[in-house]
């Protein structure tokens, strides 16, 4: 049996894409005869209180793995839009994972280790030369590209330093894991190597988180926002919007968290069409989203966006509500090659809602794309299937 580690900074019972992802290829891979253990940190994110609810801890089968799930305690706890705070919370994880690394005896066959953040990426480059073994790196954000896009940081020299370091871990990676497909040209350009290095194996779902389609609903349409409200997200344009939902009579709801969520909250305060929900588990999420007749993302108009797929585009597919993507590049490419919503790169609130009243009086439409969601899901975002070019690279 191969023993594989795992390295993450987010793992269950977090909420996020982040830790969902790391999850399932844990899970998956224990179910594919591997002998996993994962070194990760206590959740703490976006709120380590939410954690103190047994409701977060729903996955029994991992509740009793006490020997394969190693978890770090972290005193600096600040989400922010601070670099600073966010740089000091990365290094004390990281140099608390290095210790946990330095004092493991055992021996593995694979190290996993996803980026960002980049520090957890060297956490697993020492772990590789510690154990002697292969490297295999999951790239899930382009980073110190997405510094520079959301915003906060903006000294050449250390973004340079830092790009360095990134290319350095790609050439040492053994093999290269990306979850969209915008990233693979960057990184090949970046640290020239071929294409053979790198796998693709986007979020996604397992068959079993698939919700039944909602028919026809009554009573007045419902949009929902569910996710990060972080540096990424263009939450001001959320904000625009709302004022003309209402005035449609459109309800808006939004389970959100981040470190733009007060900020969006007090902003739209007075509107009576909003519900605001705090995080949720993944199962009492998909049952509010399923609830809806359409799902808003939106992204900052910033090159490095251009490359990502958002994870509420994958939870809005499971649920079978189609899509309004304020969003460019792949994933705007995605929602309109694949007919499972509208997507466009326009920021003008009124030409955004005219897009979303013609979707709203079309209920044919709305049939078609959420059966094309599903299919999609089940097709190439299903995680049974997908974990399955991971596991063939670590058999071969």
Known sequence: ??????????????????????????????????????????????????????????????????NNIHRISINNRKYSNSIMNRLFYYLEIALKLI?????????????????????????????????????IMDIRDLWPESLKGVGVFSNGFILNFFGLLEKMLYKKSDKIVINSLGFQEYIQKKAGITETKIVFIPNG?????????????????????????????????????????????????IIGYGVHKNHLINSVKNHKNVTIINPLTKKECFKIISEHDLGLVTLKDEEVFKTVLPGKIIDYMTCGVPIVGIVDGYAKE?????????????NDPQLILSSIMRLLNDEQRRKEMQIKE???????????????????????
């Open 205 to 253: 779902s397992v068959k079993e988180e698939l919700t039944t389609i909602k028919k026809e609903r009554l009573g007045p349409r419902k949009i929902i926002y569910a996710g990060n409200l972080g540096l990424a997200q263009n939450t001001e344009l959320i904000n625009q919007l709302v004022p003309l939902f209402e005035a449609q009579g459109i309800e808006l709801t």
């Open 99 to 135: 210790l946990l690394i330095i004092k493991d005896k055992n021996k593995y066959d694979f190290v996993f280790a996803t980026s960002p953040p980049i520090f957890t990426g060297f956490v697993g480059l020492f772990a590789k030369y510690k154990y002697r073994t292969k490297l």
């Open 374 to 396: 599903q299919q999609l899901i089940l097709e190439k975002f299903n995680w049974e299937i997908n974990i399955g070019k991971l596991v063939e690279y670590m058999q071969s």
């Open 1 to 66: 049996m191969k023993r594989v580690l795992i390295i993450s900074q987010h793992f269950y019972p977090e909420i996020g894409s982040h830790a969902n992802r790391i999850k399932n290829i844990y899970m998956l891979l224990k179910r594919e005869n591997f002998d996993v253990t994962i070194f990760t940190s206590e959740p703490s994110y976006p709120n380590k209180n939410i954690y103190q609810k047994s409701d977060f801890w729903d996955e029994d089968s991992l509740n009793s793995e006490d």
């Open 334 to 346: 995605l929602i309109n090659n694949e007919g499972i919503g509208i997507a466009i790169h326009e």
